[in-house]
C-alpha cells in the first residue's frame, strides 16, 4: 500500500450561473506517491464571482459527476456508470434537494439541462438510437 500524499479535485464541467457563483463538478480524491488517483468520490463545488470556496459536497456514489446544468436557483448533476443514472439536484446553498439511482441499460446520458418547470432534460444515447428524456425533480 502506498501512502497518501495529496487530496485532490478534478474538475470535469463549469458553468457560471445567472447569480453569479460558479460551479464546477468532478472528481474529489487522494494523490498516492506514485501519482494514482485513489479513493474518487463525486465532487460539487460553489464558487462566488470573486473566486471564495462557498460550499462543496463529496458523495461517495457515483465515482464522479460528468454533466451538469444550473439556473432556477439550482444545480443538476449526473453521471451515468455500470447501466445505471445517478442524479442529483442541489440548491444554491448546497442541499440536496432530491437525489436519484435509476437503472438505465445501455443508456448512456450525453448532457443534461434544467427547464423553468422542475424538469430535467437529458438528452443521450443508445447504441442504436439518440433520445430525450424527462424526469421532474420537484
Known amino acids: 500500500e502506498r501512502p497518501l500524499e495529496v487530496i485532490a479535485d478534478l474538475g470535469e464541467w463549469f458553468q457560471v450561473a445567472d447569480d453569479e457563483n460558479a460551479y464546477l463538478l468532478g472528481i474529489h480524491g487522494e494523490i ?44 443538476v448533476t449526473a453521471n451515468s456508470v455500470d ?23 445501455a443508456q448512456y446520458i450525453n448532457s443534461i439541462a434544467l427547464d423553468t418547470k422542475g424538469i430535467m432534460i437529458i438528452l443521450g444515447m443508445t447504441p442504436e438510437r439518440l433520445f430525450i428524456q ?3 425533480y420537484q
Request: proline share 3%; glycine share 8%.
Open 83 to 105: 447501466e445505471h443514472w445517478y442524479l442529483c439536484v442541489l440548491d444554491t446553498e448546497g442541499a440536496i434537494l432530491a437525489m436519484q439511482t435509476r437503472e438505465a441499460e
Open 32 to 75: 498516492t506517491s506514485d501519482g494514482l488517483l485513489v479513493n474518487q468520490k463525486a465532487m460539487v463545488q460553489c464558487y462566488s464571482s470573486s473566486g471564495e470556496n462557498m460550499w462543496s459536497r463529496i458523495f461517495d456514489t457515483p465515482a464522479s459527476f460528468q454533466y451538469g446544468d444550473v439556473g432556477n436557483g439550482v444545480c
Open 134 to 136: 424527462t424526469i421532474p
